[in-house]
C-alpha cells in the first residue's frame, strides 16, 4: 500500500507547475503590460484596483489585492495492527499512524503598478497567491 502510493505521487510530480515556475509565468504577464496606458492596464488586470495612491511627484500606485482561502482535506490515518500475531483475525490493536486534520489554506497576492503620465511604467507584486492576473 504505502509503495503505491509513492508511486502515485511520484507519478504525479512532472505534470504540476512548480510554485516558482507559477511565479515566473505570472511576472511575464506583468511584464507584458508594462507601458500600457491607464485604461489597457486595467483591462488586463481584469478589474479596478483596490486602493490608489497619490504620490508627490504626480505619479501614481494603482493596487490590486486578492486573497483566497481553501481547505486542505488533510489525510485520515492508517492503521497498524499490534499484538495477537499467528490468532487469526482475533486479538491484537489497531493503531492510526499518521493522518493529517483538515486545515485552512489562507493565500493573498498584492500588485502594485506605478502609473507615470497615465502610462504603466513599473510594478512589484508579493505573495504566496500570485499565480495568475485576472480572478
Known amino acids: ?16 507547475a512548480t510554485r516558482a515556475e507559477r511565479e515566473a509565468v505570472f511576472d511575464s ?5 508594462a507601458g500600457a496606458p491607464e485604461a489597457g492596464l486595467l ?3 481584469g478589474r479596478i484596483p483596490d486602493n490608489t495612491y497619490q504620490l508627490e511627484d504626480n505619479s501614481r500606485i494603482l493596487q490590486w489585492r486578492w ?3 481553501y ?3 488533510g ?3 492508517m492503521y497498524q495492527r499490534f499484538g495477537g500475531w499467528g490468532r487469526g483475525w482475533g486479538g491484537g490493536w489497531w493503531i492510526p499512524i499518521g493522518g493529517f486534520p483538515p486545515t485552512l489554506v489562507r493565500q493573498s497576492c498584492i500588485v502594485e503598478w506605478t502609473m507615470v503620465g ?9 505573495g504566496a497567491g500570485c499565480q495568475k492576473v485576472t480572478p
Open 1 to 16: 500500500m504505502r509503495k503505491a502510493l509513492a508511486l502515485l505521487v511520484l507519478v504525479s510530480l512532472p505534470g504540476c
Open 29 to 33: 504577464q506583468l511584464r507584458e503590460m
Open 43 to 45: 483591462n488586463s488586470m
Open 67 to 69: 486573497d483566497t482561502s
Open 71 to 73: 481547505v486542505d482535506p
Open 75 to 77: 489525510s485520515p490515518p
Open 118 to 126: 497615465g502610462t504603466a511604467q513599473g510594478y512589484r507584486w508579493q
